[in-house]
């Protein structure tokens, strides 16, 4: 008896041992350049100082200004787009598909088995290729949706999955219209799915170099900038910027994370 | 509800977002077949039927070293992904308590940075005069060269890009798993070898096979880790296929090197699918 309980603690802290070795190995390389954007030895910032000044070289630069403006605005675009069809395609799998949900929902969960350059390539392929379209801002949210959409159709699909349809009815037979029923009843419920999606689309969008890159053409993102300075060296900018967006991601996570147990903790 | 006007809520739900990937995704990838079966010259499309470019690629050593490459990184990536996620999903499932929500968001924080800003910080640890290398340095220990512009270094990025996303696959499919099968089976007497082989495992193989596959397919595709971090002999195939559609302009050629690709994705996920035998895997349909 006694030695089985020591194989299980064993077993436990082996199991353990990975998961904080993952961790760190995970967050190690995110605190290092945290330190390197901060540091005035950028390639071996030990022991830590305080120097700001690859952030102002960031903030002044116009390149990552305007690169930043256009992500923005795709990733804005993307995450409202992608979240809007990945809500349509959930409620549809889930409420509307009968039979044929498997083959709808492997359907919608098809553009995570391509990958991201072989989406922007053959977006590409069609538009300018055969269409003979130049590149532009709306084919690059198009392709960023395509890809973005099964991530927020699965977030959507796990939250909505014990979703009780029977209160949209409930609505619908105290006397309210199908759309009310959903802004006032469903959306409130559902509202941390819906969230987790948008955040995750814009983050995917803001972040992903290779759908935007082939869809693009000279328009710079913050990734294409990145990358293309990347091939110069690495400068404490890009730490910098890689900071930034790290520390906002973090953030959202933080938002998503309250957001989801203030659900969970809410009567339903 | 009258039954036109539930048809016509159903048209709505299903068919907007199966046009928009209809009309976004199939159509696109239908263009990239066509395109590998024309020509380019002088960086220019040449609109003749032919199957040169698949010869070029099955005949050329180069392209065949480089897929090659590719394959046995993409397997090696995902073995070594599946047997480290695994443990620590089932930690978390197993022993997080009301902190499982923090260890999978905390997943998520590098899986959302964008692949171009973790290369930057994996190239801040594995450089020349990275963290690892440059702590050994100041210790008067020699550098590591194997995981500068290596397949080594390729490797770990690799594990480190998509660590966070076989994690998470094999922790949702382990939170849907009911723990009490476990003890039940080592209840009745089985060993903690068999209760894994014969119960946690198979029960689990169909999350177990999306991990895997979810890291496999960008890996096998993968062009940018390979152009920062493998160095002279870490070309493989994305990264060479991405070079047909930049410097060297010949986009129909990069067209084919797609098509093998995206062929080899459905052939990896067709195998393991008819590998996964649904029952089994605990599977009854999706219960409504």
Not at chain 1, 33 to 53: G, M, R, V
Not at chain 1, 172 to 197: D, H, K, N, Q, Y
Not at chain 1, 252 to 258: D, E, G, K, S
Not at chain 2, 87 to 96: E, M, N, Y
Request: aromatic share 14%; hydrophobic share 55%; proline share 4%.
């Amino acid at each position: 008896m006694d030695s089985m309980s020591l194989k299980d603690f064993a077993a436990k802290w082996t199991m353990g041992l990975i998961l904080i070795t993952a961790y760190v190995f995970l967050y190690m390389p995110i605190v290092h350049i945290l330190f390197a954007s901060l540091s005035n030895h950028p390639n071996f910032p030990y022991p830590p100082n305080f120097n700001p000044k690859s952030y102002v070289n960031l903030a002044t630069n116009s390149i990552y200004q305007s690169a930043f403006v256009n992500s923005l605005i795709i990733a804005s675009c993307t995450a409202v787009l992608s979240t809007v069809m990945g809500f349509l395609a959930t409620i549809g799998v889930l409420r509307f598909a009968g039979k044929r949900a498997l083959f709808y929902a492997v359907f919608f969960a098809g553009p995570l088995f391509v990958s991201e350059i072989l989406l922007g390539i053959s977006s590409m392929s069609l538009y300018y290729l055969v269409f003979g379209l130049q590149g532009n801002m709306v084919t690059a949210i198009i392709a960023n949706s395509v890809h973005c959409f099964s991530f927020c159709f699965l977030i959507m699909a796990a939250m909505l999955y014990k979703y009780d349809w029977r209160m949209n009815e409930a609505a619908i037979v105290c006397g309210a219209t199908p759309f009310r029923a959903f802004l006032e009843v469903m959306l409130p419920l559902t509202w941390s799915g819906i969230m987790g999606s948008l955040i995750v689309a814009f983050v995917l969008a803001l972040n992903g170099l290779d759908i935007s890159f082939y869809l693009l053409g000279a328009t710079p993102t913050m990734p294409s900038v990145a990358w293309g300075a990347l091939r110069y060296g690495v400068k404490p900018e890009l730490y910098a910027l890689s900071t930034i967006i790290n520390a906002a991601v973090f953030l959202a996570i933080i938002v998503l994370f309250l957001k989801a147990r203030n659900t969970k903790t809410a009567p339903v | 509800m009258s039954e036109p006007n539930a048809a016509a809520r159903k048209r709505v739900f299903l068919y907007i977002p199966t046009t928009f990937l209809v009309l976004f995704f199939v159509l696109p990838l239908v263009a990239l077949v066509v395109l590998s079966f024309w020509q380019t010259a002088n960086y220019k499309i040449v609109r003749d039927w032919t199957t040169l470019n698949y010869v070029t690629l099955a005949t050329e050593s180069a392209y065949i070293i480089f897929f090659l490459r590719s394959l046995l990184m993409a397997i090696l990536v995902s073995v070594f992904l599946v047997v480290v996620a695994w443990p620590i999903a089932f930690f978390i499932v197993r022993f997080g308590g009301r902190y499982k929500l923090i260890f999978s968001l905390l997943l998520a924080v590098p899986f959302l940075s964008g692949e171009v800003l973790r290369l930057i910080a994996l190239q801040g640890m594995l450089g020349p005069t990275g963290l690892i290398n440059g702590a050994l340095m100041r210790l008067g220990a020699a550098p590591l060269r194997f995981i500068m512009y290596s397949n080594s270094a390729t490797f770990i990025a690799f594990v480190y890009l998509y660590l966070p996303m076989t994690v998470t696959t094999i922790y949702l499919s382990l939170l849907n798993f009911d723990l009490r099968l476990a003890s039940a089976a080592s209840a009745c007497g089985a060993g903690r070898l068999r209760v894994f082989s014969e119960v946690i495992w198979p029960l689990n193989l169909s999350g177990t096979m999306i991990g895997f596959l979810l890291s496999f397919i960008p890996t096998l595709s993968a062009s940018l880790a390979p152009r920062f971090l493998g160095g002279p002999n870490g070309t493989l195939y994305g990264m060479s296929m991405a070079q047909q559609f930049g410097e060297s302009g010949t986009w129909a050629l990069g067209a084919a090197m797609g098509v093998v690709l995206v062929l080899f994705s459905i052939a990896a996920l067709v195998i393991l699918s008819l590998g996964v035998n649904l029952r089994r895997t605990g599977f009854t349909g999706m219960e409504r």
